[in-house]
């Protein structure tokens, strides 16, 4: 067992029968590529957490509606969804990671390093998802709960549908308020059987498009809606710099 692992396993207070599940949840697929010996499209898949990301965020998804209907048993399905999106976006995931300091555990190719892949919203919490797999598929679903449990409790506590963001809306405001059109959504991918379905859709404004994963179309939307939200304030923050600059 590598150190770095080690530390990683006592970081998430997760103990593990097979750390090669933990240790392939941390592996991004530029690592494998880069580091796999004559490395074919089939040892990387055996190797990078890709997959195991899918497992994760089926389970996290069912914890996390779990948890919401346990705790909010008056709460129309509607209420439930926003704040579900909410609480199994990317940004919260990469919030909880970054908070767990995960990415100093990832394993990065070269040129992934290089741009900082570590700090990217979207790397940080697919690799979450990869971790709470590997919880699991080592130990079962009662720990992955208690686990997803423990790391999700300050997001949970302050989940309601007030404070559950709506990014399709927010972003159509935003727009509006510069006096751009409403965004257009497109379904560009449709992935899996009919039981689990996991969708593709880009965010189009003006100036760019954005894509979202989800497993249900609305759920892709509002990715795509909170990546865009991203861009767009960045954006008109470095204006407001250069402006003031001037």
Same mark, same amino acid.
């Given at each position: 067992?590598?150190?770095?692992?080690?530390?990683?396993?006592?970081?998430?207070?997760?103990?593990?029968?097979?750390?090669?599940?933990? *240790?392939?949840?941390?592996?991004?697929?530029?690592?494998?590529? *880069?580091? &796999?010996?004559?490395?074919?499209?089939?040892?990387?898949?055996?190797?990078?957490?890709?997959?195991?990301? /899918?497992?994760?965020?089926?389970?996290?998804?069912?914890?996390? @509606?779990?948890?919401?209907?346990?705790? %909010?048993?008056?709460?129309?399905?509607?209420?439930?969804?926003?704040?579900?999106?909410?609480?199994?976006?990317?940004?919260?995931?990469?919030?909880?990671?970054?908070? &767990?300091?995960?990415?100093? /555990?990832?394993?990065?190719?070269?040129?992934?390093?290089?741009?900082?892949?570590?700090?990217?919203?979207?790397?940080?919490?697919?690799?979450?998802?990869?971790?709470?797999?590997?919880?699991?598929?080592?130990?079962?679903?009662?720990?992955?709960?208690?686990?997803?449990?423990?790391?999700?409790?300050?997001?949970?506590?302050?989940?309601?549908?007030? %404070?559950?963001?709506?990014?399709?809306?927010? &972003?159509?405001? &935003?727009?509006?308020?510069?006096?751009?059109?409403?965004?257009?959504?497109?379904?560009?991918?449709?992935?899996?059987?009919?039981?689990?379905?996991? /969708?593709?859709?880009? @965010?189009?404004?003006?100036?760019?498009?954005?894509?979202?994963?989800? %497993?249900?179309?609305?759920?892709?939307?509002?990715?795509?809606?909170?990546?865009?939200?991203?861009?767009?304030?960045?954006?008109?923050? %470095?204006?407001?710099?250069?402006?003031?600059?001037?």
């Amino acid at each position: 067992m590598s150190p770095k692992i080690a530390k990683l396993e006592n970081l998430i207070g997760c103990k593990f029968q097979n750390l090669k599940l933990l *240790e392939r949840a941390v592996t991004h697929r530029s690592w494998a590529y *880069e580091n &796999l010996p004559g490395a074919s499209d089939e040892n990387v898949r055996a190797a990078e957490n890709e997959s195991m990301e /899918f497992v994760g965020d089926s389970v996290v998804g069912l914890v996390i @509606a779990e948890q919401l209907f346990m705790s %909010n048993p008056n709460s129309s399905e509607g209420d439930l969804t926003l704040m579900k999106h909410h609480l199994v976006s990317t940004a919260t995931l990469a919030r909880i990671a970054e908070g &767990l300091g995960l990415g100093e /555990f990832i394993c990065v190719g070269r040129g992934e390093e290089k741009t900082g892949g570590r700090k990217k919203q979207a790397l940080l919490a697919n690799t979450l998802e990869a971790v709470i797999a590997a919880v699991f598929l080592d130990s079962g679903y009662v720990a992955a709960r208690v686990f997803v449990g423990r790391i999700f409790a300050d997001e949970l506590k302050r989940a309601t549908p007030k %404070n559950s963001i709506d990014y399709k809306t927010m &972003l159509q405001e &935003l727009l509006q308020s510069e006096k751009h059109p409403a965004p257009s959504y497109n379904v560009v991918k449709t992935e899996g059987p009919p039981h689990d379905r996991k /969708f593709s859709v880009e @965010a189009i404004w003006k100036s760019g498009k954005t894509l979202g994963t989800g %497993n249900s179309i609305k759920s892709a939307e509002m990715m795509a809606a909170a990546e865009a939200l991203n861009i767009l304030r960045s954006e008109m923050a %470095n204006t407001s710099k250069r402006a003031a600059k001037n």
